[in-house]
């Protein structure tokens, strides 16, 4: 059964369910970067990205597992680690099996001591000590700079490390990316910011790079929120439907003259396109998925859209009203044909919802945020303040005979 909260119990409800916390976070605030100009002919368009650092991280787009060698060699020159706790291992990044960056972990005063040039000399390397705190059962060095091999050659990185165990045996430990590449590009008469995450552990060119970023260059310093997600990163597509238009996506990395730099490339296509007719309040981005073919994003969607014809099975819905944002991300199959429109109602208001299901003596309760349309989707507040959840309340002839909290997970 699934019954509307009265209006009395819904205020309180949605204020609750749009209460925003502070939320773990990237802050991207690239400076001026690299601008390419519109082109109206058919020549793919290339846009040269810079390197760049996320201003602040405390949570990952994706985390990566380190792996230890076996192989333990001893350090030749060490600080004087008196009588401190220490662990002495190697770790490596990416596929490069053969590759590990030796090191010192001195537990007792949380510092990390890495042999970059690898030597076997921690005394020499002042640029690659770090300090660390506690996260949970971990040490955290955050801003670890690290070069490795990848199958474009060698690139730097900025990660966070988590090291965890107390011999060489037990070595665990996860990273984190704090980098980005990005650039300038014109579409549309519009700048916009665009660039790439890559992916360390990728094994061929094809898949290094993971994210496609893409936004409002006005939008660039916005926060970029990691857990549960961001309306301005989407798994990197082959094909892609962005600003009006349709192009081939392609990348490579090059270093000439000691000056690592990525070109994206945008080659201009000419798919069949149809006609989405949108309805619905408060949509701030549309992200359809095509399996194979072209992802479409569509930025604060108007009443009608053309997008590359085909059927669609994805999507990405972001609803933004003031500060407060939800997003839906699941499964959503629509077919768009070349000659006849089709309607799609999705969006706010959004409506407060119990579904109340019964389970042997007990009665369960679920809340759900749900849309607009024939077939509502459920959407999720993309900052969730975990101290303040939605509430529940049961009334009988206009009396409350219970209320509560809803418990998230």
Same mark, same amino acid.
């Given at each position: 059964?699934?019954?509307?909260?009265?209006?009395?119990?819904?205020?309180?409800?949605?204020?609750?369910?749009?209460?925003?916390?502070?939320?773990?976070?990237?802050?991207?605030?690239? !400076?001026?970067?690299?601008?390419?100009?519109?082109?109206?002919? =058919?020549?793919?368009?290339? *846009?040269?990205?810079?390197?760049? =650092? @996320?201003?602040?991280?405390?949570?990952?787009?994706?985390?990566?597992?380190?792996?230890?060698?076996?192989?333990?060699?001893?350090?030749?020159? =060490?600080?004087?680690?008196?009588?401190?706790?220490?662990?002495?291992?190697?770790?490596?990044?990416?596929? *490069?099996?053969?590759?590990?960056?030796?090191?010192? @972990?001195?537990?007792?005063?949380?510092?990390?001591?890495?042999?970059?040039n690898g030597n076997r000399d921690l005394t020499d390397d002042a640029e690659a000590t770090y300090a660390g705190e506690y996260d949970g059962q971990l040490q955290l060095f955050p801003r670890v700079m690290l070069n490795f091999n990848t199958p474009s050659g060698r690139h730097r990185y900025l990660v966070d490390l988590r090291l965890g165990g107390f011999t060489t045996a037990q070595l665990?430990?996860? /990273?984190?990316?704090?980098?980005? @590449?990005?650039?300038?590009?014109?579409? $549309?008469?519009?700048?916009?910011?665009?660039?790439?995450? =890559?992916?360390?552990?990728?094994?061929?060119?094809?898949?290094?790079?993971?994210?496609?970023?893409?936004?409002?260059?006005?939008?660039?310093?916005?926060?970029?929120?990691?857990?549960?997600?961001?309306?301005?990163?989407?798994?990197?597509?082959k094909m892609v439907h962005l600003a009006g238009q349709s192009f081939g996506l392609s990348n490579y990395f090059t270093n000439q003259g000691g000056s690592p730099c990525y070109l994206l490339e945008l080659t201009p296509a000419r798919p069949q396109l149809g006609e989405l007719r949108l309805s619905g309040q408060n949509l701030y981005r549309l992200i359809l998925q095509q399996p194979g073919?072209?992802?479409?994003?569509?930025?604060?969607?108007?009443?009608?859209?053309?997008?590359?014809?085909?059927?669609?099975?994805?999507?990405?819905?972001?609803?933004?009203?003031?500060?407060?944002?939800?997003?839906?991300?699941?499964? +959503?199959?629509?077919?768009?044909?070349?000659?006849?429109?089709?309607? +799609?109602?999705?969006? !706010?208001?959004?409506?407060?919802?119990?579904?109340?299901?019964?389970?042997?003596?007990? +009665?369960?309760?679920? /809340?759900? +945020? *749900?849309?607009?349309?024939?077939?509502?989707?459920?959407?999720?507040?993309?900052?969730?303040?975990?101290?303040?959840?939605?509430?529940?309340?049961?009334?009988? $002839?206009?009396?409350?005979?219970?209320?509560?909290?809803?418990? /998230?997970?």
């Open positions: 059964m699934k019954t509307p909260l009265s209006s009395s119990s819904q205020r309180p409800l949605l204020a609750a369910c749009l209460t925003l916390a502070a939320c773990t976070c990237l802050a991207a605030a690239p !400076g001026e970067a690299a601008s390419t100009a519109p082109q109206r002919s =058919e020549r793919p368009l290339q *846009v040269p990205l810079e390197w760049q =650092e @996320w201003a602040e991280s405390s949570g990952p787009l994706e985390t990566y597992t380190l792996r230890f060698s076996p192989e333990i060699k001893p350090f030749l020159k =060490e600080p004087d680690f008196g009588r401190h706790r220490i662990v002495r291992g190697a770790f490596g990044c990416g596929v *490069v099996t053969n590759e590990f960056i030796p090191f010192a @972990w001195d537990q007792t005063a949380n510092r990390l001591y890495l042999d970059l665990s430990g996860t /990273y984190v990316l704090r980098c980005f @590449w990005h650039g300038r590009v014109e579409l $549309g008469g519009r700048p916009y910011q665009i660039g790439l995450v =890559e992916n360390p552990d990728a094994k061929t060119l094809a898949d290094q790079a993971r994210y496609l970023l893409f936004r409002a260059w006005d939008a660039r310093t916005e926060l970029i929120r990691l857990n549960p997600g961001t309306p301005h990163t989407i798994h990197w597509p073919g072209y992802t479409a994003i569509l930025d604060t969607p108007g009443s009608a859209k053309k997008i590359p014809a085909g059927t669609y099975q994805t999507a990405e819905v972001w609803l933004r009203h003031g500060v407060a944002e939800a997003f839906y991300d699941g499964p +959503l199959p629509l077919t768009v044909g070349a000659d006849t429109p089709i309607s +799609l109602a999705i969006g !706010g208001p959004l409506t407060n919802l119990v579904v109340a299901e019964r389970s042997g003596d007990n +009665l369960l309760l679920r /809340y759900q +945020l *749900v849309g607009t349309g024939r077939h509502p989707l459920i959407y999720r507040m993309s900052t969730e303040d975990r101290t303040n959840p939605p509430g529940w309340a049961i009334l009988s $002839g206009g009396k409350q005979i219970a209320s509560g909290k809803f418990a /998230y997970g």
